[in-house]
């Protein structure tokens, strides 16, 4: 079965970070493109970052409204995916997702929440 | 701001076919994409239903009914979807998608409401 679970996520105070993670299972990780989305509350979905695999460099893209704050990275040997996360903000609040947006592929997702 | 414009609610009956566009900006031509459909319901991550560029390049999700298809307005620069003989479970969120070469771009989604 194919399954992405994501981990993490909590509450945090503004100006702080978070890691989130991301466990796959049930498909070849290392050969997949793997995507982070997030949702606030109430809200639409956005796309953040995406990171390519090994034979294409592990290239990564970001969101302008993350680029310079948010890292993504993986680890193919533990079949991981991470989401690190600086300088946070009220405005990062929401259900973090993992994923392979052009595959279908979804995890559960994580909350985090930014508040003092 | 979702770049590209869906329809904020639907409301229709069941059994009724439903018709959910995607218009893409004006000088994004919708024949270069592959339209990716999402369907979200309360408290869960959204479910892939399928994706559309043409009729010899398109996928449906794994599980997703036949009565879920999507196809293109070429005149109205948008991707469509099809959801026909609608049933009470299929009152959620439908999100579009696409890749724009450098960034997955969603639009703003559209509440579907069966009644």
């Known amino acids: 079965e194919v399954q992405l679970v994501e981990s993490g996520g909590g509450l945090v105070q503004p100006g702080g970070s978070l890691r989130l993670s991301c466990a796959a299972s049930?498909?070849?990780?290392?050969?997949?493109?793997m995507d982070w989305v997030r949702q606030a509350p109430g809200k639409g979905l956005e796309w953040l970052a995406r990171?390519?695999?090994?034979?294409?460099?592990?290239?990564?893209d970001y969101a302008a409204s993350v680029k310079g704050r948010f890292v993504i990275s993986r680890d193919d040997s533990k079949n991981s995916l991470y989401l690190q996360m600086n300088s946070l903000k009220t405005e990062d609040t929401a259900v973090y997702y993992c994923?392979?947006?052009?595959?279908?592929?979804w995890g559960q997702g994580t909350m985090v929440t930014v508040s003092s | 701001q979702a770049v590209l414009t869906q329809p904020s609610s639907l409301s229709a009956s069941p059994g009724a076919s439903a018709s959910l566009t995607c218009t893409l900006p004006?000088?994004?031509?919708?024949?270069?994409?592959?339209i990716y459909w999402y369907q979200q319901k309360p408290g869960s991550p959204p479910q892939y239903l399928l994706r559309y560029k043409s009729d010899s390049d398109k996928q449906q999700g794994s599980g997703v009914p036949s009565r879920f298809s999507g196809s293109k307005d070429a005149s109205a620069n948008a991707g469509i979807l099809l959801i026909s003989g609608l049933q009470f479970e299929d009152e959620a969120d439908y999100y579009c998608?696409?890749?724009?070469?450098?960034?997955?771009?969603f639009g703003g989604g559209t509440k579907v409401t069966v009644l």
């Open positions: 004006s000088g994004i031509n919708v024949g270069t994409y592959r």
């Open positions: 049930g498909f070849t990780f290392s050969d997949h493109y």
């Open positions: 994923g392979d947006l052009g595959s279908g592929i």
């Open positions: 990171i390519k695999n090994k034979a294409n460099s592990y290239t990564t």
């Open positions: 998608m696409i890749w724009n070469g450098s960034a997955w771009v």
